[in-house]
C-alpha cells in the first residue's frame, strides 16, 4: 500500500539546520510532484515548498526563499527538504505529500504522518 513517512525533526536553535526525509512506498515516486506542508498549532496547514513532476522544477513559499531547498531522489523513493537559517516561526509539524503539485492542500493524494520541527533557544 501507499506508505509516506516523514523523518528527521527535531528540537533546533534559531539560525541551526534541519534536513527532513520523506521515505515512500507503495508506487512510482517518479510519477508525482512532492510537495512538503507544515503545520503549527492553532494555523491551518500550509504549503511550504513542492518539486515538479515533469523537470524537477521547485517553487517555495516567500517566507522560506533562500533557506529551504525541497529536492528528490527517485531512484531511493525518497524527497528531502533541507532547511538552513531556521527561525522560531518555522516551528510546526511538517508533512509530505504527493499528487499533482503546488502549494494547495487539495492538489495532493496521500500523506505522511508528519514530523515536528521546534525551533526554539
Known amino acids: 500500500q501507499v506508505q509516506l513517512m516523514e523523518s528527521g525533526g527535531g528540537l533546533v536553535q534559531p539560525g541551526g539546520s534541519l534536513r527532513l526525509s520523506c521515505a515512500t512506498s507503495?508506487?512510482?515516486?517518479?510519477?508525482?510532484?512532492i510537495g512538503w506542508f507544515r503545520q503549527a498549532p492553532g494555523k491551518e496547514r500550509e504549503g511550504v515548498s513542492w518539486?515538479?513532476?515533469?523537470?524537477?522544477?521547485?517553487y517555495y513559499k516567500d517566507s522560506v526563499k533562500g533557506r529551504f531547498t525541497i529536492s528528490r531522489d527517485n531512484a531511493k523513493s525518497t524527497a528531502y527538504l533541507q532547511m538552513n537559517s531556521l527561525k522560531p516561526e518555522d516551528t510546526a509539524v511538517y508533512y509530505c505529500?504527493?499528487?499533482?503539485?503546488?502549494?494547495?492542500?487539495?492538489?495532493?493524494?496521500?500523506w505522511g504522518q508528519g514530523t515536528q520541527v521546534t525551533v526554539s533557544s
Open positions: 518539486i515538479s513532476s515533469s523537470d524537477d522544477s521547485t
Open positions: 505529500a504527493v499528487g499533482d503539485g503546488g502549494l494547495g492542500t487539495g492538489e495532493y493524494d496521500y
Open positions: 507503495g508506487f512510482t515516486l517518479d510519477e508525482y510532484s
